[in-house]
Nanobody, 127 residues
């Protein structure tokens, strides 16, 4: 069983920055891609960013390209999401997820590609 715990969400003004962290346990972290999703009130859970097992490939939703950066430290079993130039539309609950595919180079971006989810952390961007 994989456990994922996110942290770092908070209230921030538009234009500000936040860094989310996600700690993982229960499986060989370094063998699996990791992703970040977000869910705004009344909306579906959307892909935000992902990183492959080695950290050598990343993939972003168009809405966050150039503003968000996903990274990982396999030695610490942790994945990060650095969010800059935040906008009110970035508001939502951010979820960390672990892929079900091992050692896959393309970064998966569908919710069905991920089998393990954290509890989420709230990010609120005020205008």
């Amino acid at each position: 069983q994989v456990q994922l715990v996110e942290s770092g969400g908070e209230l921030v003004q538009a234009g500000g920055s936040l860094r989310l962290s996600c700690g993982a346990s229960g499986r060989t972290f370094s063998s699996y891609a990791m992703g970040w999703f977000r869910q705004a009130p009344g909306k579906e859970r959307d892909f935000v960013a992902g990183i492959n097992w080695s950290g050598g490939r990343t993939y972003y939703a168009d809405s966050v390209k150039g503003r968000f950066t996903v990274s990982r430290e396999n030695a610490k079993n942790t994945v990060y999401l650095q969010m800059n130039s935040l906008k009110p539309e970035d508001t939502g609950v951010y979820y960390c997820a672990a892929s079900i595919y091992a050692l896959l180079d393309p970064v998966p971006h569908r919710p069905s590609d991920y089998g393990y989810w954290g509890q989420g952390t709230q990010v609120t961007v005020s205008s």
